[in-house]
């Protein structure tokens, strides 16, 4: 199975009852692993885990910590860039070519590289 569906098969997993907004992504270790996740929402709004963090928790707590890329599924008309708090943490992780596809309705795509959606981030170099 692609990435893509990958993501698109995680998204069904989604537990939205909120905002009825399904995210589902498939992130890619350097060694050809994938790890998928899906939004979940809490009724504390607050407690709520993006799809991207859940896989990238998935992945770390595995003993993964290399990744190559994500695709991130909605079915957002225009593919929407993952939230701040991701970015931050992928950049935990993620090398600088990190790459991150977007696919919204109608399979539209959208690509990035993490450092161009997280061009100055705080990190371990911040606190020497
Ligand atoms: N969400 C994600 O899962 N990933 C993103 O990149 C953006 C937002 C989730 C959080 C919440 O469950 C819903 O989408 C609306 O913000």
Do not use: W
Not at 42 to 64: I, M, P, Q, W
Not at 105 to 118: C, K, P, V
């Amino acid at each position: 199975m692609s990435l893509i569906d990958q993501a698109r098969s995680a998204q069904r997993a989604a537990y939205a009852p909120y905002s009825n907004y399904k995210v589902g992504c498939a992130l890619e270790t350097v060694d050809g692993s994938v790890y998928t996740g899906c939004n979940i929402e809490n009724a504390s709004y607050g407690a709520t885990l993006c799809a991207e963090r859940v896989a990238v928790f998935k992945a770390v707590s595995d003993g993964h910590r290399h990744f190559r890329r994500i695709v991130v599924a909605t079915d957002a008309t225009s593919p929407a860039t993952p939230c701040g708090l991701c970015r931050q943490v992928l950049g935990e992780f993620c090398e600088a070519d990190f790459e991150v596809i977007l696919c919204g309705a109608n399979e539209q795509q959208r690509r990035f590289i993490l450092a161009d959606l997280f061009p100055h981030p705080f990190n371990q170099s911040s606190l020497t």
